[in-house]
């Protein structure tokens, strides 16, 4: 009994691999013959032939018309299309969720927003209130892609912490207060779909790396600047996530020798620094204010730098002081060929990147270059779009290597 099972288990990985090759080439390359996608990837004509149908019967590819004639009968171009599959992504960030229809070429078909929660982030209930956001969020898109005849085929979900990937449980978020909460289990229960659980850091990693700035960069790092600070690494092409899926976890970092004397038992040393809390905390200290009667926002700090003001200026400095400081470790570690800059104060980039790219130079051996997040506040969902799309699309997906 063993044996067929074996053979039989290889013989459908080899197809999904073979599968996954001819709809990278497509997607690169654009319509393609059969015997050019044979050329192209080293498939035999009659495995083209035989998985090029299987994709067709799948919606994955359409035919695109004819190659022009050299004399003989014309080749059917084939072309990728993911327009008619669906995922539904939900991103559990540390104030609000929100979630979204995402088709298998990327693009966003539907969104939901609800309403933030007053005060959510110091509530004491917020782990709960987070979980039944993302939950009722993940039931609204499933209940809109019925609506649209397209049932969605998998679930995405991005989450500020830490995940086993291997069942989608979520064990760290102090932005959440979620400890080993098994949102996957939790979400494949309710919508009998597969589900994939990232960090948004990595997931922001993988959507610039497929679709944003960071396309035909084989080594980036992508760091995300939102209430914490994380970093999601790609490496060779593929997404490192470390022996316990905490990879870029640098809001831990340490920063000087009296971190040694502190324990840190939910936001790190870095990022209780550098995040949006710790920025907007620190500016509170300094008498910085809002310019209405509300609770500041790290926008209104950078807001307050473009204006000209000297307080906040010299907060920036010292923030990015901290960033620099971690980029370096990063980069001398990893030499990433760019680093691109997202996440909630990501829209700042204007003011960040310059910053640190002139507190870097002459201080480590090779300076990378440095962008904004070419995808914005969206670069997470469509990095969890594209792992959903992966379960379900016959892509040879392995956990760590996207």
Known sequence: ???????????????????????????????????????????????????????????????????????????????????????????VGATRTEGALVDFDGTIVHRVRPPMVPGVLHAADRATIRLEEALSVVTELGAAAAERGQP??????????????????????????????????????????????????????????RRGAGQG???????????????????????????RAAAGEIGYMLMERSSLTRFFPGFGDLESRVGSAGLTRQARERGIAAPTDRPLTAADVFDLVRNGSAEARALLEETLDHVALAVASLCTVLDPEL??????????????????????????????????????????????????ARLVSDFAYVQATP
């Not at 090779?366 to 779009?385: F, N, Y």
């Open 152 to 209: 969605g085929q998998a679930v995405g979900v991005a989450v500020p912490g830490v995940v086993d990937g291997a069942e989608g449980r979520v064990t760290w978020a102090p932005a959440l207060d979620w400890r080993e909460v098994p949102v996957g289990s939790l979400l494949h229960d309710r919508t009998g779909l597969p589900v994939v659980v990232e960090n948004d850091a990595n997931l922001l990693a993988v959507g610039e790396h």
């Open 217 to 243: 960069v084989q080594d980036l790092v992508a760091v995300v600047l939102g209430t914490g600070i994380g970093v999601g690494i790609v490496t060779g092409g593929r997404l490192h996530r470390g022996s």
């Open 339 to 388: 680093v691109i800059v997202g996440g909630e104060m990501g829209g700042a980039a204007d003011l960040i990147t310059p910053g640190l790219r002139d507190r870097l130079v002459g201080r480590i051996p090779h300076v990378p270059r440095m962008a904004a997040s070419a995808l914005g506040d969206d670069a997470a969902i469509v990095g969890a779009a594209e792992l959903a």
């Open 1 to 91: 009994m063993s044996g067929p099972t074996s053979s039989t288990a290889n013989a459908g990985t080899v197809s999904r691999v073979n599968q996954t090759v001819i709809l990278d080439v497509l997607r690169r390359h654009g319509p393609l013959s059969r015997q050019e996608i044979g050329a192209r990837t080293g498939l035999s004509a009659a495995t083209v032939n035989r998985l090029a149908g299987q994709l067709l019967r799948k919606g994955l590819v359409v035919t695109d018309g004819h190659q022009p004639s050299t004399g003989g009968r014309p080749s059917i171009l084939l072309r990728y299309s993911g327009r008619a599959h669906l995922v539904s992504v939900v991103h």
